[in-house]
């Protein structure tokens, strides 16, 4: 089982970043996928998810209304759209997927049981 994330760089503040994650070895189209960060010195932390049917998504308050989340089941891809970047986005984004159905523990890292391997975003003032 491989999820491979991409699309990471460096931009400014207000700038925008698509992230793509794309998946091998699990039915993809069954599982859920979310998307986590980590800052230096902090824990990993939720960005949003989207359900296997892409149907629903939820996010964070951090990034509420700035962030979307959509997934491609025919190419095995989950994209995360970054808008109106702010320099405390800066972490390293990673992708992973979940077959719990129990969807509110989703924020959660444990209920993940796949992770790519991250990639660096980082967005200056």
């Known amino acids: 089982v491989q999820l491979q994330a991409s699309g990471g760089g460096l931009v400014q503040a207000g700038g925008s970043l698509r992230l793509s994650c794309a998946a091998s070895?699990?039915?993809?189209?069954?599982?859920?996928m979310g998307w986590f960060r980590q800052a230096p010195g902090k824990e990993r932390e939720f960005v949003g998810v989207?359900?296997?049917?892409?149907?629903?998504?939820y996010f964070s308050d951090s990034v509420k209304g700035r962030f979307t989340i959509s997934r491609d089941n025919a190419k095995n891809t989950v994209y995360l759209q970054m808008n109106n970047l702010r320099p405390e986005d800066t972490a390293v984004y990673y992708c992973a997927a979940s077959s719990t159905v129990i969807y509110s523990s989703l924020i959660i890292p444990g209920a993940y049981g796949y992770w790519g391997q991250g990639t660096q975003v980082t967005v200056s003032s």
């Open positions: 070895g699990v039915p993809f189209s069954s599982y859920t």
């Open positions: 989207i359900r296997s049917s892409g149907s629903r998504t």
